[in-house]
């Protein structure tokens, strides 16, 4: 099975005295669609985009072999690559960056103003791991 790691805080366990002096914000933040979350999020589609992600095998077997399929909202075109993952043993990481595009008068059709909803996953035959996605066009 494939695992994304996230890690949340609770508030009331931060300590906050003062600013990291050695932290500088970047001129040029990450997009928010490009985090390493397993959900995928494009709020404002406007051509081709593309997103990285990064996973680790947590499943009990040591190999495994994981296809790439998709849902994506009508006139959205979504590929993986690669678009199959090969993995050795448990822990292992891999990444793969997904293409995400519209596709022409069909998109715009549809997605006019608001959000169309999806899905891409990995399956490897015995775990099927199916993360949300949501495109809004620009």
């Keep these: 099975m494939l695992h994304t790691k996230t890690t949340f805080v609770p508030l009331q366990d931060r300590k906050i005295d003062k600013p990291e ?7 040029n933040p990450p997009s928010p669609s490009n985090l390493n979350y397993p959900s995928l999020a494009i709020p404002k589609l406007n051509g081709t985009v593309i997103v990285r992600r990064t996973v680790t095998n947590v499943g009990g077997y040591g190999k495994s072999v994981y296809f790439f399929s998709s849902k994506p909202p009508i006139g959205i075109s979504v ?6 993952l090969f993995f050795n043993h448990v822990g292992q990481k891999k990444s793969f960056t997904i ?3 519209a596709r022409g008068g069909m998109a ?3 997605l006019k103003n608001e959000y169309g909803f999806g899905w891409y996953s990995w399956n490897d035959g015995l775990h099927n791991v199916r993360s ?3 495109i809004a066009l620009a």
């Design 21 to 27: 002096p050695k932290f500088k914000c970047p001129e």
């Design 79 to 84: 590929k993986a690559t690669p678009s199959v």
């Design 99 to 101: 293409k995400v595009k």
């Design 108 to 110: 715009r059709k549809y």
């Design 132 to 134: 949300p996605m949501a």
